[in-house]
């Protein structure tokens, strides 16, 4: 398309950015991650969404590859800084002006501890999981593990952010998933209003009854009146 087309295409909801950590290689069209390396280094694995972040959608990776050295794992987030022209830290936790990641079971804001002891701890999962992270309308973050919630992570989000992953320690390599519909508040179901003087109900159905069965057999006349006429 046009400028800014790019983001209207199908696939790129999908995709990573082409700039990314120094150790970061890409493939299947920016769809897959992977840390080159991983015996020697456990940090320069970063990457982001091609695009701003969707509201109430789920932007999703797969792990597809973990190793056992080192410790810590995979770590997911928003942040407000562009990838076209942010210069990448060696991981997560680097990322400052307007960065939250989650990170085990905290949740980090520009690098410091804003919640412990959140949602499941991303140390322990492993090769197939998924984890994702959303925007929603209300700019609140939500984390989701192999799609159940894992609640608010964060609010006050600015309006625009794009999905952070760091390929961080044990996890080495990861794949976007086609995002996913997010959270949805449950709908208040609204109440009628109470009407004290309504008639009994047995006359009130008795005098629709009778209306409208004559009403059904004026139509019905008319239309096999019509039917006669054209014959």
Sequence with gaps: GGPGGSGSGPGSAGELHPRTGRLVSLSACGRTARRQQPGQEFNHGLVLSREPLRDGRVFTVRIDRKVNSWSGSIEIGVTALDPSVLDFPSSATGL???????????????????????GQDLDQLGEGD?????????????????????????????????????????????????????????????????????????????????????????????VEGRGRGIG
Excluded: H, M
């Design 96 to 118: 400052k002006g307007g960065s939250w990641v989650v990170s085990g079971c905290s949740v980090l804001r520009d690098g410091r501890s804003v919640l412990e002891e959140y």
């Design 130 to 222: 998924r984890v994702g992270v959303e925007r929603t309308v209300a700019g609140e973050l939500r984390l989701w593990v192999n799609g159940r919630d894992c609640g608010v992570a964060a609010t006050g989000l600015p309006a625009r952010v794009w999905a952070v992953v760091d390929l961080y320690g044990k996890c080495t390599q990861i794949t976007v998933l086609p995002p996913e519909p997010g959270f949805s508040p449950p709908t208040p179901i609204p109440t009628p209003p109470l009407e004290p003087s309504a008639p009994p109900e047995d006359s009130a159905l008795a005098e629709q009854g009778t209306s409208g069965d004559e009403g059904e057999n004026t139509a019905r006349a008319e």
